[in-house]
């Protein structure tokens, strides 16, 4: 696989790799990054198995550095740093790979050529497009995963994506620079919010078809707690793009479909029950007429969802932005 850039035939490829509890895992990891990558940044966010100076003792690969956080900041925190050392050393993509083992280093080439080729901004790992691997996945994950992505789409408006956890990834370094990557959550919620902030730029991101890997890495997510508290973060970021896409940077015919369907969706519900109840408590027949306004309602309300939908579902965006974004200089911390 022949591999360039728009500034000419040696991409500068840096991978983010955020260090906790994976001491196991981390320089196994480190030596099959193949020579495609310029530079590899380790972030240990406070690891107690100390993987950041393990690295830094038995790891002589020139390509690496690493990144300590005094403190637990979370995951989502250790690739922002991660982001902007890599900024800082001018590269073109920025890789992102799990410490613990799960995402293969050969797929980096794969996972990377959308974006130098200049389809995608952003490019992510979807597991699930193999039918035949996904039963080799923890049914808790498989799960977890139906779960949240279809919430994901929603919040997100990436509808045509899928697998929205998954923390193979690959960035053009201009949209990173672009970003406002101090308001992307900073916990497990990162990749999800990393998507939701690039709806809002209108950057593209494709799925890459991938296998997962599951040995005796332990994560250190909660599923039943990561479910609930996903799900109100996405319905907070559904309603967040919906103000900002439909009402505050653009008006659309789909801008008026949204209020009026749920209102009108709302008052036929409403209307309906109440006359249900009335009807049981008296035992008087719902007027010919109200049944009629109240289904009018409904289903005229359902119909004018249906095509926010179906105009938010075609919405997606499909022109690549950092083609017209600039380089990327210095950035500060």
């Known amino acids: 696989m022949t591999i360039s850039s728009d500034k000419g035939n040696s991409p500068r490829i840096t991978v983010v790799i955020p260090a906790y509890k994976v001491a196991k895992h981390i320089l196994g990891l480190l030596n099959n990054i193949g020579p495609e990558v310029t530079r590899i940044i380790v972030v240990d966010d406070s690891c107690p198995e ?22 637990n900041l979370g995951v989502g925190a250790s690739v ?8 800082r050393d001018g590269c073109d993509v920025i890789v992102k790979l799990d ?4 995402m293969n280093p050969a797929l980096i080439p794969r996972m990377i050529l959308p974006v130098l080729d200049g389809q995608a901004d952003y490019s992510k790992g979807n597991r699930f497009f193999n039918v035949t691997k996904v039963k080799s996945m923890p049914v808790g994950r498989i799960i977890g995963n139906l779960a949240l992505s279809f919430f994901a789409k929603a919040s997100s408006g990436y509808w045509n994506i899928f697998d929205p956890n998954n923390g193979f990834t690959a960035i053009n370094s201009k949209v990173v620079g672009q970003l406002a990557l101090e308001r992307i959550s900073k916990r497990y919620f ?15 991101v494709i799925d890459v078809p991938m296998d997962a890997k599951y040995g005796d890495e332990a ?15 996405h319905i907070r970021n559904y309603f967040r793009r919906i103000t900002y896409g439909y009402y505050l940077r653009d008006f659309t015919l789909a801008s008026i479909e949204l209020p009026l369907g749920s209102a009108l969706c709302i008052f036929g519900f409403v209307v309906g029950l109440k006359s249900w109840i009335h009807s ?6 719902t007027q010919p007429g109200t049944l009629i306004l109240i289904a009018m309602s409904f289903l005229s309300g359902l119909q004018l969802l249906l095509g926010f939908f179906a105009f938010d579902i075609s919405n997606t965006p499909r022109e690549p932005i950092s083609k017209f974004l600039p380089s990327v200089g210095h950035v500060s911390n």
Do not use: T, W
């Not at 410490?99 to 799960?102: A, F, L, P, T, Y």
């Not at 994560?219 to 973060?233: G, I, P, T, Y």
């Not at 049981?280 to 027949?285: A, K, L, S, W, Y």
């Open 190 to 204: 990162f990749e999800s919010d990393m998507l939701f902030h690039l709806n809002l730029m209108r950057a593209v």
């Open 280 to 285: 049981m408590n008296d035992g008087i027949p």
């Open 80 to 87: 922002i740093s991660g982001y902007r050392e890599a900024l």
């Open 50 to 71: 100390k993987s950041g100076d393990l690295v830094l003792k038995e790891c002589d690969d020139k390509r690496v550095k690493v990144i300590f956080h005094s403190e």
């Open 99 to 102: 410490g613990d083992g799960q």
């Open 219 to 233: 994560s250190n997510l909660r599923l039943v707690n990561s479910v609930f508290e996903f799900a109100f973060k």
